[in-house]
């Protein structure tokens, strides 16, 4: 199996609503983004599906190190053999990767979020700098679309943080800043064991309405110029919005379920954004 193999297994066996928009770039721009989603989903599957957090914490410093030596011309991992070839063509560096890193250590010594200045500096390292890079290789010409790709991917963390809270219950592991808990009353044993409020309804549907205004703060930072070039993180941003609406629409089940579109829903809103180029 060749990297470009390895890296395309990677990205299109998760089910990602980013594979999605990864098919209608160029070849090199989709060969790009696809390497670095699969770094991506490496080092974040490390913390998911590794039980031991001393052997997490072990896999993870030697993806620092990985990213390190690649860097330096000697790649290893399929992974970044298949993404070092761009890295000059799309002004790749590695402290995006080693930030992407951190995140996901931070998933090793911390289940709480003291308040959302704290959460967000989480979702800048897993999310922001994620779209930052993302940018860069849909085809960004314009400095001013890095704090809308910035803002768009920490949209999209909230997302994932609303659908999985049920699924990071069963991992211990609450991302709802705890001041926000009190706000609503609602304690963290009745998370870790999955139950549903009338309080809890309230608290998600707060989380929802963040969210959302994130979305409509992102787009309203997007330059017109970079509009074309960014179709990719547009059709990302149709497809989790309907998502984070589908959430909501069905009064947030997400203790006990996880809400997710279909493979044809999600390939017509990117489809749609593509050729009509509207949500």
């Known amino acids: 199996m060749t990297p470009q193999d390895y890296v395309q297994q990677k990205a299109s066996a998760s089910g990602s609503s980013f594979y999605y928009a990864f098919l209608f770039l160029p070849p090199q721009r989709r060969a790009a983004i696809t390497a670095f989603y699969a770094f991506c989903r490496e080092v974040d599957d490390v913390v998911d599906e590794v039980t031991d957090p001393g052997v997490a914490a072990t896999k993870l410093a030697w993806w620092r190190n990985e990213v390190r030596v690649a860097f330096a011309g000697k790649p290893n991992h399929p992974v970044t053999q298949a993404l070092m070839p761009y890295v000059a063509e799309f002004g790749l ?59 768009l991917g920490q949209a999209f963390q909230l997302t994932n943080i609303i659908r999985d809270v049920g699924e990071d219950a069963l991992r211990g592991r609450i991302y709802l800043p705890v001041t926000e808990l009190q706000q609503f009353d609602v304690k963290a044993h009745e998370l870790l064991n999955r139950v549903d409020s009338d309080r809890f309804q309230a608290l998600m549907q707060f989380q929802a309405a963040r969210a959302h205004a994130l979305y409509d703060e992102a787009l309203a930072l997007l330059p017109a110029d970079d509009w074309q070039h960014q179709k990719p993180g547009l059709m990302m941003a149709s497809i989790y919005r309907t998502l984070l609406r589908e959430i909501e629409a069905k009064k947030f089940p997400v203790l006990k379920q996880r809400v997710a579109l279909t493979p044809l829903r999600k390939l017509w809103l990117a489809w749609k954004m593509q050729a009509l180029g509207r949500f």
């Open 93 to 151: 560096e590695e402290k995006s990767l080693q930030s992407v890193i951190d995140g996901c250590e931070l998933d090793l010594t911390q289940t709480r979020y003291l308040d959302y200045p704290n959460l967000t500096r989480y979702c800048h390292l897993v999310a922001g700098v994620v779209g930052e890079v993302s940018a860069k290789i849909f085809g960004q010409t314009d400095s001013a679309t890095t704090a809308y790709a910035h803002k």
